[in-house]
């Protein structure tokens, strides 16, 4: 019992904050000023290997912020991270405890998030709140995050910005950062499902979603719930079990309305017999007899823009498209 111990104090912030999100207020951080400084980390895979770092930080600059970047944010000794779990979870934690930093922005995701939380306290963002941001594997971050009732950003990540063209969906992560983010509308969809509901919005990647199942970030959707989902290279008969999952679990029949993103890169779609990963996922929410939005620009293609997480949101569906709303505040 004396070894278990100290893994119990490791993990004891995380069982703290697990609880129905709506049971406490949720807490959101500051929307950023110029001349504020934003941190960038590396919690997951490492970062290629011509990456221009200058360049992104010019972006941040661009825009009136100073950059910080993670101790190990560049470290390229292990085979597939951006340094040890330690290292990388010290960058996070550094950049959670430094109070001159009002955003923390993942570089990129790729997977590695998840091995992080026993070693760090999300906790103390409840204390001294500042943005989270990143999508795909920084979803486990965000479900950690919910169930902390704190608001976070899911959006597009300094690894993804585009240099040499036009880039609106790091613009997205520029006005949902300096809080100008309260609408976004979607274009028809045949797959849509017309109604208006609303909820906190909630979800991420759907495979970091069903691996948190059983954990002490695992999603609840008890409390009005918007679920976004997303996804990329995976063969449809895995995301048919990923909603099978979320339907068996009472999960998918309890949320109010369904974000469906991008779903790219899928595979397998003949042998499965459908035309893509959406009729898949129709298939499941058709008899919700709630909103459903086709075609929500998140995920790993263009454009992928930034939402706030925990945020209540009003979904309408109909005829002429999709509307996504903001609530100003709860």
Known sequence: MKHLFPILL?????????????????????YLQRGDTVGIVAPA????????????????ESWGLHVKFGAHCADREQPYFAGTDEERAADLQAMIDDRSVKAVIAYRGGYGSVRLLP????????????????FSDITMLHL???????????????????????????????????????????????LNQPGEASGRLAGGNLTVIGSATGTPEELLTDAPTVLLIEEVGEFV?????????LARSGKLGSVK????????????????????????????????????????????????????????????????????EFAPQD
């Open 10 to 30: 490791l993990l004891a912030p995380l069982f703290a904050g697990a609880q129905c999100p709506d049971t406490a207020d949720f807490i959101r951080p500051p």
């Open 237 to 245: 008969y895995r995301i048919d079990r990923l909603m099978q999952s």
């Open 119 to 134: 070693l760090i306290d999300l906790g103390r963002l409840r204390e001294h709140p500042k943005w989270v941001v990143g």
């Open 257 to 324: 309305a369904v974000l469906v993103g991008h779903f790219s890169d899928m595979m397998g779609m003949k042998k499965f017999g459908v035309a893509d990963a959406d009729a898949v996922i129709s298939a499941y929410t058709r008899p919700l007899g709630i909103p459903v939005v086709f075609g929500f620009p998140a995920g790993h293609v263009e454009p992928n823009a930034a939402v706030y997480l925990g945020r209540r949101v009003t979904v309408s569906v109909d005829e002429e498209g999709a509307r996504v």
């Open 144 to 190: 950690a995050l919910r169930r902390l009732g704190i608001e976070s950003i899911h959006g597009p990540m300094p690894g993804s910005f585009l240099f040499d063209e036009e880039d609106p969906s790091a613009e997205s992560l520029r006005q949902a950062l300096f809080g100008e983010t309260v609408r976004i509308e979607v274009e028809p969809h045949p």
């Open 45 to 60: 895979g490492k970062l290629p290997l011509k990456t221009d770092t200058a360049k992104v930080r010019q972006r941040f």
